[in-house]
Protein backbone atom coordinates (compact mmCIF):
# COMPACT_ATOMS: atom_id res chain seq x y z
CA UNK A 1 0.00 0.00 0.00
CA UNK A 2 1.20 3.64 -1.19
CA UNK A 3 1.89 6.09 1.61
CA UNK A 4 -1.36 8.15 0.47
CA UNK A 5 -3.45 5.01 -0.59
CA UNK A 6 -6.31 5.01 -2.94
CA UNK A 7 -9.44 3.64 -1.45
CA UNK A 8 -12.44 2.72 -3.17
CA UNK A 9 -15.84 2.00 -1.17
CA UNK A 10 -18.59 -0.47 -3.09
CA UNK A 11 -21.71 -1.23 -1.53
CA UNK A 12 -21.52 -4.95 -1.99
CA UNK A 13 -25.19 -6.17 -1.62
CA UNK A 14 -26.28 -3.72 -4.91
CA UNK A 15 -23.28 -4.29 -6.83
CA UNK A 16 -23.28 -8.04 -6.86
CA UNK A 17 -26.74 -7.54 -7.75
CA UNK A 18 -26.36 -5.47 -10.90
CA UNK A 19 -23.36 -7.25 -12.10
CA UNK A 20 -25.94 -10.59 -11.87
CA UNK A 21 -28.57 -8.28 -13.93
CA UNK A 22 -25.75 -7.44 -16.36
CA UNK A 23 -24.24 -10.66 -16.43
CA UNK A 24 -27.91 -12.53 -16.68
CA UNK A 25 -26.98 -15.07 -14.06
CA UNK A 26 -26.66 -15.18 -10.36
CA UNK A 27 -23.24 -13.73 -8.97
CA UNK A 28 -21.54 -13.75 -5.54
CA UNK A 29 -18.11 -12.52 -4.86
CA UNK A 30 -16.66 -15.64 -5.29
CA UNK A 31 -17.61 -15.35 -8.79
CA UNK A 32 -17.37 -11.53 -10.05
CA UNK A 33 -15.81 -11.32 -13.46
CA UNK A 34 -11.84 -10.95 -13.14
CA UNK A 35 -12.42 -7.94 -15.24
CA UNK A 36 -13.80 -6.18 -12.57
CA UNK A 37 -11.62 -6.44 -10.42
CA UNK A 38 -8.72 -5.43 -13.03
CA UNK A 39 -10.36 -2.37 -13.73
CA UNK A 40 -10.24 -1.50 -10.01
CA UNK A 41 -6.24 -2.16 -10.41
CA UNK A 42 -6.04 -0.24 -13.52
CA UNK A 43 -8.17 2.58 -12.09
CA UNK A 44 -4.94 2.86 -9.56
CA UNK A 45 -6.71 1.89 -6.45
CA UNK A 46 -4.61 0.35 -3.19
CA UNK A 47 -7.57 -1.22 -1.50
CA UNK A 48 -11.22 -1.80 -1.89
CA UNK A 49 -13.58 -1.39 1.08
CA UNK A 50 -16.40 -4.13 0.67
CA UNK A 51 -18.99 -2.51 2.95
CA UNK A 52 -21.90 -4.90 3.85
CA UNK A 53 -20.59 -8.44 3.57
CA UNK A 54 -21.29 -9.86 7.18
CA UNK A 55 -24.44 -11.47 8.07
CA UNK A 56 -28.03 -9.29 8.24
CA UNK A 57 -30.67 -9.43 11.09
CA UNK A 58 -33.90 -10.77 10.13
CA UNK A 59 -35.62 -8.54 13.00
CA UNK A 60 -33.16 -5.40 11.30
CA UNK A 61 -34.78 -6.40 8.22
CA UNK A 62 -38.17 -6.36 9.60
CA UNK A 63 -37.87 -2.69 10.95
CA UNK A 64 -36.24 -1.58 7.80
CA UNK A 65 -39.23 -2.62 5.70
CA UNK A 66 -41.80 -1.35 7.81
CA UNK A 67 -39.78 2.24 8.66
CA UNK A 68 -41.98 5.17 8.03
CA UNK A 69 -39.09 7.24 7.25
CA UNK A 70 -36.91 4.72 5.91
CA UNK A 71 -40.11 4.07 3.18
CA UNK A 72 -39.69 7.79 2.22
CA UNK A 73 -36.08 7.44 1.53
CA UNK A 74 -36.70 4.32 -0.38
CA UNK A 75 -39.78 6.38 -2.62
CA UNK A 76 -37.11 9.04 -3.04
CA UNK A 77 -34.16 6.83 -4.25
CA UNK A 78 -35.99 4.16 -6.46
CA UNK A 79 -39.50 4.25 -7.01
CA UNK A 80 -41.14 0.98 -7.20
CA UNK A 81 -39.06 -0.81 -4.90
CA UNK A 82 -40.31 -3.72 -3.15
CA UNK A 83 -40.03 -5.88 0.01
CA UNK A 84 -37.08 -8.26 -1.68
CA UNK A 85 -34.93 -4.85 -2.54
CA UNK A 86 -34.19 -4.23 1.22
CA UNK A 87 -31.44 -6.34 2.20
CA UNK A 88 -31.56 -4.42 5.91
CA UNK A 89 -29.03 -2.53 7.11
CA UNK A 90 -25.37 -3.54 6.84
CA UNK A 91 -24.56 -2.09 10.42
CA UNK A 92 -27.56 -4.58 11.81
CA UNK A 93 -25.04 -7.17 12.12
CA UNK A 94 -27.05 -10.92 13.15
CA UNK A 95 -23.19 -12.39 12.59
CA UNK A 96 -19.47 -11.57 12.07
CA UNK A 97 -20.05 -14.44 8.82
CA UNK A 98 -20.22 -13.29 5.50
CA UNK A 99 -24.10 -13.25 4.28
CA UNK A 100 -25.57 -15.86 2.18
CA UNK A 101 -25.50 -13.21 -0.69
CA UNK A 102 -22.07 -12.89 -0.74
CA UNK A 103 -21.52 -16.45 -1.12
CA UNK A 104 -20.21 -17.08 2.50
CA UNK A 105 -16.49 -17.48 3.44
CA UNK A 106 -15.78 -18.96 0.05
CA UNK A 107 -16.70 -15.88 -1.56
CA UNK A 108 -15.03 -13.72 1.07
CA UNK A 109 -12.26 -15.21 0.72
CA UNK A 110 -12.36 -15.50 -3.50
CA UNK A 111 -12.45 -11.88 -3.47
CA UNK A 112 -9.97 -11.20 -0.88
CA UNK A 113 -7.10 -13.72 -3.15
CA UNK A 114 -8.21 -11.98 -6.39
CA UNK A 115 -7.65 -8.25 -4.75
CA UNK A 116 -4.72 -9.54 -3.45
CA UNK A 117 -3.55 -10.97 -6.38
CA UNK A 118 -3.39 -7.80 -7.80
CA UNK A 119 -1.59 -5.84 -5.31
CA UNK A 120 -4.79 -4.42 -3.80
CA UNK A 121 -5.60 -4.39 0.01
CA UNK A 122 -9.07 -5.74 1.28
CA UNK A 123 -11.05 -3.39 4.02
CA UNK A 124 -13.96 -4.55 6.02
CA UNK A 125 -16.03 -3.12 8.61
CA UNK A 126 -16.21 -4.11 12.29
CA UNK A 127 -18.71 -2.56 13.96
CA UNK A 128 -17.68 -2.02 17.48
CA UNK A 129 -20.53 -0.63 19.38
CA UNK A 130 -23.62 -2.59 19.09
CA UNK A 131 -25.08 -6.09 17.34
CA UNK A 132 -28.66 -6.68 15.56
CA UNK A 133 -30.91 -8.10 18.52
CA UNK A 134 -31.20 -11.55 16.74
CA UNK A 135 -27.08 -12.16 17.45
CA UNK A 136 -26.62 -15.33 19.76
CA UNK A 137 -25.27 -13.25 22.29
CA UNK A 138 -28.16 -11.63 23.12
CA UNK A 139 -29.74 -15.30 24.33
CA UNK A 140 -26.18 -16.51 25.35
CA UNK A 141 -24.44 -13.19 27.13
CA UNK A 142 -26.64 -10.93 27.66
CA UNK A 143 -24.59 -9.12 29.93
CA UNK A 144 -22.91 -8.26 27.28
CA UNK A 145 -25.40 -5.72 26.38
CA UNK A 146 -26.53 -2.57 28.20
CA UNK A 147 -29.38 -3.74 30.17
CA UNK A 148 -32.26 -1.01 31.90
CA UNK A 149 -34.85 -1.99 34.27
CA UNK A 150 -38.58 -1.96 33.93
CA UNK A 151 -38.56 1.79 34.78
CA UNK A 152 -36.05 2.65 32.28
CA UNK A 153 -38.07 1.15 29.50
CA UNK A 154 -41.46 2.48 30.80
CA UNK A 155 -39.47 6.12 30.67
CA UNK A 156 -38.14 6.31 27.23
CA UNK A 157 -39.91 3.17 25.63
CA UNK A 158 -38.25 4.14 22.15
CA UNK A 159 -34.63 3.71 23.50
CA UNK A 160 -35.36 -0.14 24.48
CA UNK A 161 -36.27 -3.43 23.44
CA UNK A 162 -38.31 -5.56 25.50
CA UNK A 163 -37.01 -9.51 25.30
CA UNK A 164 -37.87 -12.70 26.98
CA UNK A 165 -34.28 -14.46 27.55
CA UNK A 166 -34.52 -17.94 29.80
CA UNK A 167 -38.17 -17.00 30.95
CA UNK A 168 -36.67 -13.50 32.04
CA UNK A 169 -37.95 -10.02 30.39
CA UNK A 170 -35.23 -8.00 30.30
CA UNK A 171 -34.10 -4.45 28.34
CA UNK A 172 -31.75 -3.88 26.26
CA UNK A 173 -30.92 -0.53 25.49
CA UNK A 174 -30.96 0.02 21.46
CA UNK A 175 -27.44 1.39 19.60
CA UNK A 176 -27.17 5.18 19.57
CA UNK A 177 -25.01 8.14 19.10
CA UNK A 178 -25.83 10.47 21.94
CA UNK A 179 -26.64 13.21 19.85
CA UNK A 180 -29.44 11.44 17.46
CA UNK A 181 -32.06 9.61 18.80
CA UNK A 182 -31.44 5.79 18.93
CA UNK A 183 -30.90 3.37 16.30
CA UNK A 184 -33.80 0.82 17.41
CA UNK A 185 -32.74 -2.22 15.10
CA UNK A 186 -29.13 -2.90 17.30
CA UNK A 187 -28.46 -3.57 20.70
CA UNK A 188 -26.12 -1.61 22.57
CA UNK A 189 -22.57 -3.66 23.59
CA UNK A 190 -21.36 -2.45 27.33
CA UNK A 191 -17.74 -1.65 26.93
CA UNK A 192 -17.51 -1.43 30.55
CA UNK A 193 -17.85 -5.35 31.12
CA UNK A 194 -14.75 -6.67 30.40
CA UNK A 195 -16.57 -9.90 28.70
CA UNK A 196 -17.43 -7.71 26.20
CA UNK A 197 -14.41 -6.26 24.82
CA UNK A 198 -13.11 -9.87 25.23
CA UNK A 199 -15.36 -10.92 22.85
CA UNK A 200 -15.11 -8.35 20.59
CA UNK A 201 -11.71 -8.93 20.28
CA UNK A 202 -11.97 -12.21 19.50
CA UNK A 203 -14.88 -11.39 16.53
CA UNK A 204 -12.27 -8.83 15.09
CA UNK A 205 -8.99 -11.16 15.12
CA UNK A 206 -11.65 -13.55 13.14
CA UNK A 207 -12.58 -10.68 10.80
CA UNK A 208 -8.77 -9.85 10.85
CA UNK A 209 -7.83 -13.20 9.29
CA UNK A 210 -9.69 -12.49 6.05
CA UNK A 211 -9.13 -9.14 5.56
CA UNK A 212 -5.92 -6.44 5.20
CA UNK A 213 -7.77 -3.78 7.51
CA UNK A 214 -10.67 -2.97 9.17
CA UNK A 215 -12.65 -0.05 9.24
CA UNK A 216 -14.05 0.49 12.38
CA UNK A 217 -17.62 2.05 12.44
CA UNK A 218 -18.35 5.18 14.82
CA UNK A 219 -15.05 4.00 16.67
CA UNK A 220 -15.34 7.21 19.33
CA UNK A 221 -18.12 5.86 21.06
CA UNK A 222 -16.26 2.75 22.73
CA UNK A 223 -13.80 5.70 24.30
CA UNK A 224 -14.24 5.61 28.13
CA UNK A 225 -15.46 9.12 28.57
CA UNK A 226 -17.78 9.13 25.97
CA UNK A 227 -19.67 5.77 26.63
CA UNK A 228 -19.77 7.25 30.39
CA UNK A 229 -21.37 10.08 29.53
CA UNK A 230 -23.81 8.29 26.86
CA UNK A 231 -25.01 5.17 29.27
CA UNK A 232 -24.05 6.14 33.32
CA UNK A 233 -28.04 7.05 33.74
CA UNK A 234 -28.97 3.60 33.04
CA UNK A 235 -25.57 1.90 34.13
CA UNK A 236 -26.00 3.91 37.61
CA UNK A 237 -23.03 2.35 39.95
CA UNK A 238 -23.31 -1.25 38.56
CA UNK A 239 -20.13 -0.74 35.90
CA UNK A 240 -17.43 1.28 36.80
CA UNK A 241 -14.73 3.04 34.00
CA UNK A 242 -12.11 0.39 32.89
CA UNK A 243 -8.75 1.87 33.49
CA UNK A 244 -7.35 1.80 30.39
CA UNK A 245 -9.06 2.34 26.35
CA UNK A 246 -10.61 -0.58 24.20
CA UNK A 247 -8.71 0.46 20.82
CA UNK A 248 -5.12 1.29 22.78
CA UNK A 249 -5.65 -2.37 24.02
CA UNK A 250 -6.69 -3.92 20.80
CA UNK A 251 -4.72 -2.43 18.47
CA UNK A 252 -1.71 -3.57 20.49
CA UNK A 253 -2.69 -6.97 20.65
CA UNK A 254 -3.86 -7.02 17.10
CA UNK A 255 -2.04 -5.42 15.24
CA UNK A 256 -1.72 -6.91 11.59
CA UNK A 257 -4.83 -4.96 9.82
CA UNK A 258 -4.51 -1.33 8.87
CA UNK A 259 -7.20 0.45 11.24
CA UNK A 260 -9.24 3.25 9.59
CA UNK A 261 -11.14 5.06 12.25
CA UNK A 262 -14.84 6.51 11.27
CA UNK A 263 -15.04 9.67 14.03
CA UNK A 264 -15.92 12.79 14.40
CA UNK A 265 -16.40 15.60 16.91
CA UNK A 266 -12.68 16.35 16.50
CA UNK A 267 -11.55 13.51 18.11
CA UNK A 268 -9.49 12.29 14.66
CA UNK A 269 -6.06 12.70 16.60
CA UNK A 270 -7.38 10.84 19.81
CA UNK A 271 -7.80 7.84 17.50
CA UNK A 272 -4.67 8.16 15.69
CA UNK A 273 -3.35 8.15 19.23
CA UNK A 274 -4.63 5.10 20.28
CA UNK A 275 -3.26 3.58 17.35
CA UNK A 276 -5.49 3.40 13.76
CA UNK A 277 -3.29 4.39 10.96
CA UNK A 278 -6.33 6.45 9.53
CA UNK A 279 -9.10 8.53 10.53
CA UNK A 280 -12.18 9.98 8.68
CA UNK A 281 -11.42 13.71 8.12
CA UNK A 282 -15.20 14.93 7.58
CA UNK A 283 -14.10 18.22 8.40
CA UNK A 284 -12.64 18.48 4.89
CA UNK A 285 -15.93 17.98 3.51
CA UNK A 286 -17.57 20.43 5.66
CA UNK A 287 -15.49 22.81 4.82
CA UNK A 288 -16.21 22.47 1.00
CA UNK A 289 -19.46 22.91 1.92
CA UNK A 290 -19.69 26.17 4.36
CA UNK A 291 -19.70 29.27 2.23
CA UNK A 292 -16.42 30.93 2.94
CA UNK A 293 -14.58 27.43 1.66
CA UNK A 294 -11.39 29.01 0.91
CA UNK A 295 -10.60 30.28 4.40
CA UNK A 296 -11.94 27.20 6.44
CA UNK A 297 -9.82 25.02 3.94
CA UNK A 298 -7.05 27.11 4.29
CA UNK A 299 -7.09 26.56 7.83
CA UNK A 300 -7.71 23.17 8.09
CA UNK A 301 -4.64 22.56 5.49
CA UNK A 302 -2.28 24.68 7.54
CA UNK A 303 -3.11 23.21 11.11
CA UNK A 304 -0.40 21.25 12.06
CA UNK A 305 -2.36 18.33 13.74
CA UNK A 306 -3.53 15.61 13.32
CA UNK A 307 -0.67 14.56 10.92
CA UNK A 308 -2.23 14.89 7.51
CA UNK A 309 -0.82 11.94 5.75
CA UNK A 310 -3.26 9.52 8.23
CA UNK A 311 -6.52 11.45 7.54
CA UNK A 312 -9.04 10.06 4.91
CA UNK A 313 -10.27 12.45 2.95
CA UNK A 314 -13.40 11.94 0.98
CA UNK A 315 -16.03 14.10 -1.04
CA UNK A 316 -19.00 11.29 -0.22
CA UNK A 317 -19.45 7.65 1.15
CA UNK A 318 -22.49 5.90 1.98
CA UNK A 319 -23.99 8.05 4.49
CA UNK A 320 -23.35 11.10 3.05
CA UNK A 321 -25.06 13.15 -0.25
CA UNK A 322 -23.85 11.89 -3.68
CA UNK A 323 -21.13 14.80 -4.80
CA UNK A 324 -21.91 15.38 -8.39
CA UNK A 325 -25.68 16.66 -6.46
CA UNK A 326 -24.48 18.56 -3.57
CA UNK A 327 -20.93 20.29 -4.94
CA UNK A 328 -22.04 22.15 -7.83
CA UNK A 329 -20.03 23.85 -9.79
CA UNK A 330 -17.64 23.02 -7.00
CA UNK A 331 -17.14 19.67 -7.98
CA UNK A 332 -14.16 19.95 -10.51
CA UNK A 333 -12.26 21.69 -7.56
CA UNK A 334 -13.22 19.24 -4.93
CA UNK A 335 -12.39 15.78 -6.21
CA UNK A 336 -9.07 17.70 -7.35
CA UNK A 337 -8.74 18.46 -3.60
CA UNK A 338 -9.29 15.39 -2.26
CA UNK A 339 -7.47 13.37 -4.67
CA UNK A 340 -4.08 15.09 -4.23
CA UNK A 341 -4.23 16.05 -0.13
CA UNK A 342 -1.78 13.80 1.90
CA UNK A 343 -3.94 10.77 3.27
CA UNK A 344 -5.98 8.13 2.54
CA UNK A 345 -7.92 9.22 -0.56
CA UNK A 346 -11.60 7.72 -0.21
CA UNK A 347 -14.19 7.29 -3.29
CA UNK A 348 -17.22 5.90 -3.18
CA UNK A 349 -18.70 3.49 -5.81
CA UNK A 350 -20.45 5.61 -8.57
CA UNK A 351 -18.96 8.70 -7.71
CA UNK A 352 -16.77 8.62 -10.70
CA UNK A 353 -19.86 8.04 -12.80
CA UNK A 354 -21.41 11.24 -11.57
CA UNK A 355 -24.02 9.52 -9.91
CA UNK A 356 -26.90 11.63 -8.07
CA UNK A 357 -29.00 9.55 -5.99
CA UNK A 358 -27.88 8.59 -2.64
CA UNK A 359 -29.31 5.16 -1.92
CA UNK A 360 -29.98 4.44 1.61
CA UNK A 361 -27.83 1.53 3.05
CA UNK A 362 -30.61 -0.94 3.38
CA UNK A 363 -31.65 -1.31 -0.10
CA UNK A 364 -29.80 -4.32 -1.84
CA UNK A 365 -30.39 -2.56 -5.21
CA UNK A 366 -29.51 0.43 -6.56
CA UNK A 367 -31.10 2.48 -9.12
CA UNK A 368 -30.51 3.28 -12.85
CA UNK A 369 -29.12 6.21 -13.45
CA UNK A 370 -27.08 7.83 -17.07
CA UNK A 371 -23.08 8.20 -16.41
CA UNK A 372 -22.11 11.56 -16.67
CA UNK A 373 -19.04 11.38 -19.26
CA UNK A 374 -17.55 14.74 -17.50
CA UNK A 375 -17.72 13.63 -14.20
CA UNK A 376 -16.14 10.67 -15.75
CA UNK A 377 -13.66 11.92 -17.74
CA UNK A 378 -12.76 14.63 -14.83
CA UNK A 379 -11.87 11.87 -11.98
CA UNK A 380 -10.16 9.67 -14.53
CA UNK A 381 -7.60 12.44 -14.91
CA UNK A 382 -7.41 13.14 -11.55
CA UNK A 383 -7.11 9.57 -10.61
CA UNK A 384 -4.18 9.68 -13.21
CA UNK A 385 -2.41 12.59 -12.13
CA UNK A 386 -2.68 11.39 -8.49
CA UNK A 387 -1.33 7.97 -8.96
CA UNK A 388 1.78 9.97 -9.81
CA UNK A 389 4.86 8.85 -7.36
CA UNK A 390 5.53 12.12 -6.61
CA UNK A 391 1.99 12.66 -5.24
CA UNK A 392 3.03 9.33 -3.06
CA UNK A 393 6.86 10.06 -2.18
CA UNK A 394 6.95 13.26 -2.35
CA UNK A 395 6.68 16.23 -0.13
CA UNK A 396 3.72 17.73 0.50
CA UNK A 397 3.65 21.94 0.95
CA UNK A 398 1.01 24.86 1.28
CA UNK A 399 2.15 27.40 -1.38
CA UNK A 400 1.93 31.63 -0.77
CA UNK A 401 -0.70 32.84 -3.10
CA UNK A 402 -0.89 36.97 -3.71
CA UNK A 403 -2.87 39.14 -6.30
CA UNK A 404 -2.94 38.29 -9.51
CA UNK A 405 -4.37 41.86 -10.43
CA UNK A 406 -7.67 42.09 -7.86
CA UNK A 407 -8.77 41.17 -4.70
CA UNK A 408 -10.56 37.62 -5.79
CA UNK A 409 -6.86 35.91 -4.82
CA UNK A 410 -8.20 34.75 -1.37
CA UNK A 411 -10.33 32.27 -3.43
CA UNK A 412 -7.64 30.28 -4.81
CA UNK A 413 -5.92 27.21 -2.81
CA UNK A 414 -2.37 26.18 -3.81
CA UNK A 415 0.19 23.69 -2.88
CA UNK A 416 2.65 21.10 -4.22
CA UNK A 417 4.39 17.95 -4.10
CA UNK A 418 8.15 17.71 -4.81
CA UNK A 419 10.75 14.56 -5.54
CA UNK A 420 13.94 15.65 -5.90
CA UNK A 421 13.33 17.10 -9.62
CA UNK A 422 9.74 16.15 -10.00
CA UNK A 423 7.67 19.14 -9.01
CA UNK A 424 3.86 18.90 -9.03
CA UNK A 425 1.58 21.87 -8.61
CA UNK A 426 -2.66 21.60 -7.58
CA UNK A 427 -4.38 25.17 -7.90
CA UNK A 428 -8.01 25.61 -6.88
CA UNK A 429 -10.31 28.02 -7.28
CA UNK A 430 -13.12 27.35 -4.09
CA UNK A 431 -14.59 30.72 -5.30
CA UNK A 432 -17.81 31.76 -6.94
CA UNK A 433 -16.21 34.02 -9.21
CA UNK A 434 -13.51 33.84 -11.98
CA UNK A 435 -10.25 34.58 -9.95
CA UNK A 436 -7.17 35.76 -10.30
CA UNK A 437 -3.79 34.97 -8.43
CA UNK A 438 0.51 34.69 -8.64
CA UNK A 439 1.44 31.66 -6.86
CA UNK A 440 4.91 31.44 -5.16
CA UNK A 441 6.50 28.59 -7.01
CA UNK A 442 10.14 29.73 -7.45
CA UNK A 443 11.35 28.18 -4.21
CA UNK A 444 10.45 24.86 -5.83
CA UNK A 445 11.95 25.02 -8.95
CA UNK A 446 14.32 22.73 -10.66
CA UNK A 447 16.95 23.55 -12.33
CA UNK A 448 16.92 25.38 -15.52
CA UNK A 449 15.38 28.76 -17.21
CA UNK A 450 12.33 28.13 -18.54
CA UNK A 451 9.50 25.11 -17.41
CA UNK A 452 6.58 23.80 -19.42
CA UNK A 453 3.01 23.76 -16.41
CA UNK A 454 1.24 21.10 -18.20
CA UNK A 455 -2.85 20.80 -17.30
CA UNK A 456 -3.27 17.35 -16.75
CA UNK A 457 -7.22 18.11 -16.62
CA UNK A 458 -6.65 19.81 -19.78
CA UNK A 459 -3.61 18.81 -21.75
CA UNK A 460 -2.63 22.98 -22.04
CA UNK A 461 0.63 23.96 -21.64
CA UNK A 462 2.06 26.97 -20.20
CA UNK A 463 5.74 28.24 -20.70
CA UNK A 464 7.19 30.57 -17.74
CA UNK A 465 10.77 31.30 -17.37
CA UNK A 466 12.39 31.43 -13.63
CA UNK A 467 13.31 35.34 -13.71
CA UNK A 468 9.24 36.01 -13.99
CA UNK A 469 8.56 33.16 -11.86
CA UNK A 470 11.02 34.49 -9.36
CA UNK A 471 9.72 37.77 -9.85
CA UNK A 472 5.72 37.70 -9.16
CA UNK A 473 5.14 33.78 -8.76
CA UNK A 474 2.43 31.70 -11.56
CA UNK A 475 0.01 33.55 -12.77
CA UNK A 476 -3.37 31.79 -12.76
CA UNK A 477 -6.86 32.59 -13.51
CA UNK A 478 -9.85 30.10 -12.97
CA UNK A 479 -13.26 30.13 -13.35
CA UNK A 480 -15.51 29.28 -10.25
CA UNK A 481 -14.66 25.67 -9.36
CA UNK A 482 -12.25 24.88 -11.81
CA UNK A 483 -8.53 23.62 -10.70
CA UNK A 484 -5.17 23.29 -12.39
CA UNK A 485 -3.16 20.00 -11.89
CA UNK A 486 0.10 20.66 -13.27
CA UNK A 487 3.33 18.68 -13.83
CA UNK A 488 5.87 21.02 -13.99
CA UNK A 489 9.15 20.03 -16.87
CA UNK A 490 12.21 21.77 -17.15
CA UNK A 491 12.39 22.75 -21.20
CA UNK A 492 15.65 21.87 -22.54
Not at 123 to 132: E, K, Q, R, S, Y
Not at 283 to 289: P, S
Request: charge should be negative; proline fraction near 6%.
Amino acid sequence: MRAHPHLLEISAWPWLERLSRAERRHITLADVPPRCWDRIAQDGFDCVFLMGVWRRSDIGREIARGHADLIAEYDRALPGWTDADVAGSPYCIQAYEPDRRMGGWRGLDAAHAELRHRGISLILDFVPNHTAFDHVWVEQFPDRYVLGTTDDDRQAPGEFRAMTIRGRSVSIACGRDPYFPPWTDVAQLNYFNPDTRDAMRTTLRTVASHCDGVRCDMAMLVFNDVFDRTWRRVLRDRWDVPATEFWRETTWMIPQPVYLAEVYWNLENRVLDEGFQFAYDKRLLDALHASDRSRKLLDLLTARDPDPARLCRFIENHDEPRSAAALGEQLPAAVCIMATLPGMRFFFAGQREGRRIRTPVQLGRWPDEVVNPQVQELHRRVLEFASQPVLHDGVWRILNVSSGGDDSWGNVLAYRWRLEELLAVIVANLGDVRSRAHVDVAGDLPAGAEFDFVDRLTGESYRWGRDSLNARGLWVQLEPGRAHLFTVYQVQ
